[in-house]
């Protein structure tokens, strides 16, 4: 079976071809230029990657872009800047094949002092003890490695294009009635500058963005005729 890998991207060409160069044998990169200035794409291309432009930016608009371009039956979604090894997919995506799982989040555990900013990891951890309050499924981190059946993730009707996208994923699988499961990954130190975690800007936005999220799933919770939403 073919894996395909949605990769979103914004500038990365010092980390794809480390990234690209590590993809496991039948998995099958996507990457998702959003908007990169740089030579992202033409390297991308050069690797044997296939290359989706979505000019929109948002990484939510990214992701749910090569969601649509795939044509595997399990897709896995991870970032392109190497904090995330591609080797680790066959793990991830291990429970999803077998059907002891229906979407897994690979768990983020930093292997050096600085990989993980402080005030990213407390505003993930914040985020990932309201998510196993709300939802009871057993998560410690909102990681970006996971896997899940493509047809399966496109019924969510995903709407969020921003940063709240990895979250709401989770809320709509979880209210769904899927198995989540996580699976510990080694979190590296990325190439470059991370337009996230690497600013307590960044980091803000996108707990906002997710905290955004996290309302508006539960005004539609309780009011699924008015809102159309889960």
């Not at 077998?98 to 768990?107: S, T």
Request: net charge positive; glycine share 10%.
């Amino acid at each position: 079976m073919t894996i395909d890998v949605i990769l979103p991207c914004l500038n990365e060409e010092a980390a794809l071809g480390w990234v690209l160069g590590r993809m496991p044998d039948g998995y099958r990169p996507i990457v998702v230029d959003n908007g990169s200035t740089d030579r992202s794409a033409r390297i991308a291309r050069d690797l044997g990657a296939r290359v989706v432009d979505e000019p929109r930016r948002g990484f939510g608009a990214a992701c749910h872009t090569g969601l649509l371009a795939s044509l595997a039956e399990v897709v896995c979604f991870m970032d392109a800047d190497a904090s995330l090894d591609p080797a680790q997919l066959p793990r991830v995506t291990a429970a999803v094949l077998d059907g002891r799982a229906d979407l897994v989040l690979g768990r983020r555990v930093p292997g050096a002092a600085g990989t993980w900013p402080p005030h990213a990891r407390l505003g993930n951890a914040v985020l990932a003890r309201g998510l196993r309050r709300r939802t009871g499924a057993p998560l410690h981190d909102l990681g970006p490695m996971r896997a899940a059946r493509r047809a399966s993730l496109l019924a969510l009707g995903l709407t969020d294009r921003r940063f709240g996208y990895p979250l709401e994923m989770v809320l709509r699988a979880a209210a769904a009635g899927w198995r989540i499961a996580e699976v510990d990954v080694p979190y590296l130190p990325r190439t470059g500058r991370s337009k996230v975690t690497g600013t307590v800007r960044g980091t803000l936005r996108a707990v906002a963005d997710m905290r955004r999220v996290m309302a508006e799933t539960a005004l539609a919770a309780k009011h699924p005729r008015s809102s159309g939403s889960l």
